[in-house]
T-cell receptor, first 112, second 114 residues
Framework: DQQVKQNSPSLSVQEGRISILNCDYT??????FLWYKKYPAEGPTFLIS???IKDKNEDGRFTVFLNKSAKHLSLHIVPSQPGDSAVYFC???????????WGAGTKLIIKP | NAGVTQTPKFRVLKTGQSMTLLCAQD?????MYWYRQDPGMGLRLIHY???????AKGEVPDGYNVSRLKKQNFLLGLESAAPSQTSVYFC?????????????FGEGSRLTVL
């Protein structure tokens, strides 16, 4: 029973265009969401997060949108750069919980 | 600027053998975690620690033990390895609860159990 789902195993985007990575969740108790980025042979690194009291959070080229009614969040990368090629994980948590629930990841490939 | 360091990076074991994975962090973080990552799945929490001398079970603790004798170290042990424990293991640390702050990960340890 996957509570956090990333339904696209991979995504290919032209350099300079927008990349949109999607994540769906089933547990309405989740109140904090995070995106991590992972390069091969490295550990995941934190990218951006959003609290359930917001519907948008922006950090440079990265914007996360949260639609609570649809239980859906998305990560937008504009413009996409070759260095953005990586696996992106979304994760969710409940308040005061030690455990993050992770999606399976989406491999983003930026084509030159 | 080490951050989180895991040793060893690679290991091959035979079924029934034991081993210990070491995680060391130099950021003075209170919280430490051990995750495993399997193909097609998200990271799953094995055990975690909220401070020196404490440990707790995560989502998939069976077959693993942990210890946190020093604040900077978090050890993951496999007493009798099984092929189902073939995975990539990640250690992470954080200054706050994982749910509200970022985790800092090591590079991972790839374990193969034959």
């Amino acid at each position: 029973d996957q509570q956090v789902k990333q339904n696209s195993p991979s995504l290919s985007v032209q350099e300079g265009r927008i990349s949109i990575l999607n994540c769906d969740y089933t547990n309405s108790m989740f109140d904090y969401f995070l995106w991590y980025k992972k390069y091969p042979a490295e550990g995941p690194t934190f990218l951006i997060s959003i609290s359930s009291i917001k519907d948008k959070n922006e950090d440079g080229r990265f914007t996360v949108f949260l639609n609570k009614s649809a239980k859906h969040l998305s990560l937008h990368i504009v413009p996409s750069q070759p260095g953005d090629s990586a696996v992106y994980f979304c994760a969710a948590s409940m308040d005061s919980n030690y455990q993050l629930i992770w999606g399976a990841g989406t491999k983003l490939i930026i084509k030159p | 600027n080490a951050g989180v360091t895991q040793t060893p990076k690679f290991r091959v074991l035979k079924t029934g053998q034991s081993m210990t994975l070491l995680c060391a962090q130099d950021m003075n973080h209170e919280y430490m975690y051990w995750y495993r990552q399997d193909p097609g799945m998200g990271l799953r929490l094995i055990h975690y620690s909220v401070g020196e001398g404490t440990t707790a079970k995560g989502e998939v603790p069976d077959g693993y033990n942990v210890s946190r004798l020093k604040k900077q170290n978090f050890l993951l042990g496999l007493e009798s390895a099984a092929p189902s424990q073939t995975s990539v293991y990640f250690c992470a640390s954080s200054p706050r609860l994982a749910s509200t702050g970022e985790l800092f990960f090591g590079e991972g340890s790839r374990l193969t159990v034959l």
